[in-house]
């Protein structure tokens, strides 16, 4: 079974900064693209930034410039560096992962997410 666990997420006030991380645990073949999408209150989950196995990101723009994603293969952690915060970055953060469960073939490739971190940023 596989799992992928949030933590770093809390309460930072705007100008500040936060890391978070995500573990992917379980019977892993392979992680393919990783990526972490936020939801803020009444608003649609979005997509804040992406990376793939080879260390290629893409970013939202309201985030470009503030924020970095960076995966440890070795370890099946994902990583966002967050900084300059602001109000509107509130949100619960998700982290995704598009993988190969162990005992299927590489072309057998599925959609895993976290259970979510807080957020919020207020002074």
């Known amino acids: 079974q596989v799992q992928l666990v949030e933590s770093g997420g809390g309460l930072v006030q705007p100008g500040g900064s936060l890391r978070l991380s995500c573990a992917a645990s379980?019977?892993?073949?392979?992680?393919?693209?990783m990526g972490w999408y936020r939801q803020a209150p009444g608003k649609q989950r979005e997509l804040v930034a992406t990376i793939n196995s080879g260390g290629k990101s893409d970013y939202a723009d309201s985030v470009k410039g503030r924020f970095t994603i960076s995966r440890d293969n070795a370890k099946n952690t994902m990583y966002l560096q967050m900084n300059s915060l602001r109000p509107e970055d509130t949100a619960v953060y998700y982290c995704?992962?598009?993988?190969?469960?162990?005992?299927?073939?590489?072309?057998?490739?599925?959609?895993?997410w976290g259970q979510g971190t807080q957020v919020t940023v207020s002074s």
């Open positions: 379980g019977s892993i073949f392979s992680i393919d693209t």
């Open positions: 995704e992962a598009i993988l190969t469960p162990m005992g299927w073939g590489s072309q057998y490739k599925y959609q895993y």
